[in-house]
């Protein structure tokens, strides 16, 4: 996905996570790519999340805590953004590649 605005990205990679295989994700990163929020589906209703940015945080939740936290961390991590970078993630492992710099 290309830039998503902000009140509709949560609804998006929560639809989107509902589809995904286990293993699999999603990566919101602001424009400038400096600040992100990934989520990996580790089993059926089980997520990782991490928040890189002004804050280094992970969690392990199932996916009724799920739109909370990421409601909670999306205010935190981008509190003046009005459009987010939505990237789907293959692996774990992709999450530390560089993306494109502007």
């Given at each position: 996905?290309?830039?998503?605005?902000?009140?509709?990205?949560?609804?998006?990679?929560?639809?989107?996570?509902?589809?995904?295989?286990?293993?699999?994700?999603?990566?919101?990163?602001?424009?400038?790519?400096?600040?992100?929020v990934?989520?990996?589906?580790?089993?059926?209703?089980?997520?990782?999340?991490?928040e890189?940015?002004?804050?280094?945080?992970?969690?392990?939740v199932?996916?009724?805590?799920?739109?909370?936290?990421?409601?909670?961390?999306?205010?935190?991590?981008?509190?003046?953004?009005?459009?987010?970078?939505?990237?789907?993630?293959?692996?774990?492992?992709?999450?530390?590649?560089?993306?494109?710099?502007?």
């Amino acid at each position: 996905m290309a830039l998503v605005n902000i009140e509709s990205a949560i609804k998006k990679v929560l639809n989107a996570l509902k589809k995904t295989p286990p293993g699999q994700g999603w990566e919101m990163l602001s424009y400038k790519r400096n600040r992100g929020v990934a989520v990996i589906k580790e089993a059926e209703g089980l997520f990782w999340v991490r928040e890189r940015g002004y804050q280094h945080q992970e969690w392990q939740v199932d996916e009724r805590q799920l739109p909370r936290l990421l409601k909670g961390i999306v205010k935190r991590e981008f509190p003046r953004s009005r459009k987010l970078r939505i990237y789907a993630v293959a692996h774990r492992n992709d999450l530390g590649r560089p993306r494109k710099v502007l």
